[in-house]
């Protein structure tokens, strides 16, 4: 019985995330993405709710996991999409399956992590947004963007940890941010073309 609880918890979260849609702001990253082609757009989250995939975005690294996925708790390698009738215990191994998300005081996935700072590393602009910019280690990806040579920009409703390091702090909404910015790269590209 000890292992109903935590059970329907993960139901009701995959519930409440389900029932939600990405907003202007995860729309317009992915519309960012091709008006920049050729260049790269890589996204680097701490959310888990896969809406920047649901947008459109085609390069995401979710460094906190997904609200998408099942995983095997024993990890024994089982992966599969989180629906109603996802199995309770894995199939593979009969270890009780859980939610593919890094629950606060769990590791993060190593890999993910160091390929996330590889591209931060490699970043000719990076964008910090909407994070608190107090979540370890993932802050630190902006502070390494910056000391490798990138433009540091900093979009966010408030001042953050982040912001006496940022090249730019803008304080806007993601969704504002990114619309507008869209928005400026389109006509740019108009008068190009004329
Ligand atoms: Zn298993």
Redo the contacts with the bound molecule.
């Keep these: 019985m000890a292992d109903e609880k935590p059970r329907e918890a993960h139901d009701d979260m995959r519930k409440l995330f389900s029932s939600a849609k990405p907003n202007l702001g995860h729309d317009g990253i992915a519309l960012l993405e091709m008006l920049l082609q050729p260049a790269k757009v890589q996204v680097i989250t701490q959310n888990i709710d896969g809406f920047h995939q649901e947008a459109g975005s085609s390069w995401v690294l979710e460094i906190h996991g997904t609200t998408r996925q099942i995983v095997?708790s024993?990890e024994?390698?089982?992966a599969a999409a989180w629906t109603d009738d996802s199995p309770r215990l894995?199939p593979?191994?009969?270890?009780r399956t859980r939610p593919n998300v890094v629950w606060f005081g769990e590791a993060l996935n190593e890999m993910l992590f160091e390929l996330a700072e590889e591209s931060s590393k490699s970043a000719d602009i990076f964008f910090a947004v909407g994070t608190s910019g107090v979540v370890q280690p993932a802050a630190g990806l902006a502070l390494l963007a910056g000391n490798s040579g990138a433009l540091t920009v900093e979009v966010n409703l408030s001042e953050t940890p982040f912001t006496q390091f940022a090249d730019h702090s803008i304080r806007a909404s993601a969704s504002d941010f990114f619309q507008e910015l869209c928005k400026a790269l389109r006509s740019k590209r108009l008068r190009q073309v004329r």
């Excluded at 593979?92 to 270890?95: A, K, S």
């Design positions: 095997c024993r024994c390698g089982y894995c593979v191994c009969g270890g």
